[in-house]
C-alpha cells in the first residue's frame, strides 16, 4: 500500500527505529567494563598500606568457627556477586586467598585481584527494639485456644468449627435465594 492522503505507516517506522537500534548495538561491539586494580573512590594510601576494607569493600569477613579438626574457616561474602563461601587458610579456587588470621583482633589477611587487604569481622547493623509485647487475643465468645489439646477438647473445637461453616454457608445460600427473588439485603449496622 501507497501512502494513503499524506499519511506515514506507522509499522514502516517501527521498523525504520528497530533496524537503526540494532544497526547501532552491533556495531558498538561486545561491551567490556575493565576494573581498576584500586578504587578511585578511596584515599591513595588505603589499599597500598593494607587498610581493611570494611563493609563498603569488594568482599567482607563475615563469620569465623573452627572446623572438626581444629582448623578455623572464615566465611567471605562477595559484595558485587552478592554470594559467600566458607573458606580454610591458603585454600586456592577463589577470587581471593586468606594468608593469615588474627583471632585476636577478628581479621584476617586476604590477597584479592593482586592486592593484600585485611579484613576485619562485619558486625550488624541492626540494633534491637526490645522485648515485643504481643496483646493477648481473645476470640469474642469463643472458646480459648489450648496448647496441647486433649483428643475431646480437639474435636469439640472442629464441630464448633463444622457449625460455623455450616452457618455461613446457609447465610450465603439465603442471600443468593432473595437476590433472585429481588428481596433487599438487610442492613448491618456497622461496628
Request: net charge positive.
Amino acid at each position: 500500500m501507497g501512502n494513503i492522503m499524506g499519511m506515514r505507516h506507522p509499522t514502516r517506522d517501527i521498523w525504520a527505529v528497530l533496524s537503526a537500534l540494532a544497526a547501532i548495538i552491533l556495531a558498538a561491539g561486545p561491551l567490556r567494563a575493565d576494573l581498576a586494580p584500586s578504587s578511585p573512590f578511596l584515599p591513595a594510601n588505603a589499599v597500598a598500606a593494607g587498610a581493611s576494607a570494611g563493609p563498603q569493600g569488594p568482599i567482607e569477613l563475615r563469620g569465623v568457627m573452627s572446623m572438626p579438626g581444629g582448623a578455623p574457616a572464615f566465611c567471605i561474602y562477595d559484595t558485587a556477586k552478592k554470594k559467600g563461601v566458607w573458606v580454610s587458610l591458603n585454600e586456592a579456587g577463589h577470587d581471593f586467598v586468606v594468608k593469615s588470621a588474627d583471632s585476636s583482633a577478628d581479621s584476617v589477611s586476604v590477597q584479592y585481584q593482586g592486592r593484600s587487604m585485611t579484613l576485619t569481622l562485619r558486625t550488624a547493623k541492626v540494633a534491637s527494639a526490645g522485648a515485643a509485647v504481643i496483646p493477648a487475643v481473645v476470640p469474642p465468645g469463643g472458646p480459648q485456644v489450648a496448647l496441647n489439646p486433649s483428643p475431646f477438647d480437639e474435636q469439640k473445637r472442629l464441630d464448633a468449627v463444622a457449625q460455623e461453616v455450616r452457618r455461613r454457608k446457609q447465610e450465603r445460600e439465603r442471600a443468593v435465594m432473595d437476590a433472585q427473588n429481588g428481596v433487599a439485603p438487610p442492613m448491618v449496622p456497622n461496628r
